[in-house]
């Protein structure tokens, strides 16, 4: 009996140590040759690539960790690297192997020699695992993206061109086929073109752009153009500031004046004090310039042609009351308490005298703002539009076609207006200029269309 139990818990210890040897072969088996790639992150590279760009690469493997990575652009069938590197086993079953790497690589097509077109950049990445014949699994990861570090080209085609300062420029152009975005550059200022309707193929533009009144003399103004892939080009063209003189003017406040005024802005300003003066100024001041950069970003608001035709028409039979440009100087009880700019001109007619449309657009802006009161601003397309303020009734809404001479409000003395008249501006891009020039017919046939002929 008891050498049959011997034989019997032999048989067991026996089975118990195959067992064993079957499961650790297994295990030792499964992670040898397991079958999970390593991961590869990375973010897409642009669409276009037209200079050096940083590109951070991620990749892991939890499992059997790195063996190698490898990233090379590809371009007409032949590989530039632009990273290459081996992890070393270390400790048993590449314990204490690397798990994880990230790497930051420059991606720079000068440097790499690449051609203008299209490239693929590919990185290659794999683990210690004993399958694929012992090099392991492998991830691969493509990105394509089009080279492109030539700028486009652009040039004036319409010659001289003088501009008075406060004054509309306007300026016809060509670009290379590449081009995505134009216009002209004021110094830091940057000024839309647009593409002339009947040009599409030739790549003709046309921009309005506006000389500020207080221009200084060593601005540098130019064409610029941008292509897809972000390369700039600048051009400087022939054009000439010249400088004018605008009037000074002295504004006496007087108490009367403001317990006029001050009653509409209750209930739509937050006054700090109770104090008249103080009031006016905050009105003067801060308000003005929240109105201003409110009217200014109806820039993005144009039709991207002329809505427009033929001269612009002026408030009948009105009286000019004040001049763009006009340097305001503010005086309380004899002194000097604010100073502000013009920057529109005053027409007084009639009181309540209907307010004609200068020339046909649509009208972006219908409502109460601050210093202008109600007001009304029409789009003529291309970054031109025109502005009636301090109206004692609005007849349009936003939205609404208007055509040249349409009746779009009455005359009034809403918002800081002193008495009924209208306040008239044209903006060019956002910025107010001169409307004297767009009154001139003369101004605009010699400015404008004619060389818009240049282009048919």
Not at 32 to 48: C, D, M, N, V, W
Not at 143 to 155: A, L
Not at 159 to 178: C, W
Request: net charge positive.
């Amino acid at each position: 009996m008891a050498a049959k139990e011997k034989k019997r818990k032999g048989l067991y210890l026996s089975i118990i140590i195959v067992i064993l040897i079957v499961f650790l072969g297994g295990f030792f088996v499964v992670n040898l040759f397991e079958g999970e790639s390593p991961s590869i992150k990375t973010r897409p590279l642009a669409e276009y690539v037209s200079g050096a760009v940083s590109v951070t690469i991620e990749a892991s493997d939890s499992r059997r960790g790195l063996r190698s990575i490898r990233a090379v652009v590809v371009q007409n069938g032949s590989e530039k690297v632009l990273l290459e590197k081996l992890y070393p086993f270390s400790g048993l079953m590449n314990r204490e192997g690397t798990r994880f790497m990230r790497e930051e690589i420059q991606f720079d097509p000068k440097r790499l020699g690449l051609a203008q077109g299209r490239a693929v950049m590919e990185i290659r990445c794999r683990d210690y695992s004993m399958r694929s014949g012992g090099d392991g699994n492998l991830t691969v990861l493509r990105q394509e993206t089009t080279i492109d570090t030539v700028p486009p080209s652009v040039r004036s085609i319409s010659g001289l061109h003088y501009v008075n300062e406060g004054g509309t420029g306007f300026v016809v152009y060509k670009t290379s086929s590449d081009t995505s975005d134009s216009g002209v550059s004021v110094g830091s200022e940057f000024y839309r073109g647009f593409l002339h309707p009947s040009s599409k193929n030739v790549g003709m533009y046309e921009c309005f752009f506006p000389i500020p009144y207080d221009f200084k003399p060593e601005t540098q103004i130019r064409l610029w153009a941008r292509d897809s892939a972000g390369n700039n080009a600048m051009s400087p063209f022939h054009c000439k500031v010249r400088k004018k003189k605008f009037p000074s003017d002295k504004m006496v406040i007087t108490d009367k004046f403001l317990e006029k005024i001050l009653p509409y802005f209750q209930g739509r300003v937050d006054f700090d004090s109770t104090g008249k003066l103080e009031q006016f100024l905050k009105i003067n001041r801060e308000v003005r310039v929240f109105n201003d950069r409110t009217l200014s970003e109806v820039r993005s608001k144009t039709a991207p042609e002329h809505l427009w035709e033929g001269s612009w028409l002026r408030l009948p039979n009105a009286a000019t009351m004040a001049r763009f440009g006009d340097s305001r100087t503010y005086y309380y009880e004899g002194k000097a308490v604010d100073a502000q700019v013009h920057l529109g001109i005053d027409l007084a007619s009639l009181a309540n005298s209907a307010v004609p449309a200068a020339n046909s657009g649509k009208v972006i802006i219908a409502e109460e703002l601050g210093i202008y009161g109600k007001t009304i601003v029409l789009d003529h397309g291309m970054g031109v539009a025109s502005l009636y303020s301090h109206l004692s009734e609005i007849k349009v809404s936003v939205g609404q076609d208007i055509k040249k001479g349409d009746t779009i409000g009455i005359t009034g003395q809403t918002g800081l207006a002193g008495g009924d008249h209208l306040h008239f501006a044209v903006m060019v891009q956002g910025v107010f200029v001169n409307p004297i020039e767009w009154w001139d017919q003369r101004w605009i046939d010699e400015n404008i269309y004619k060389r818009i002929a240049l282009i048919n």
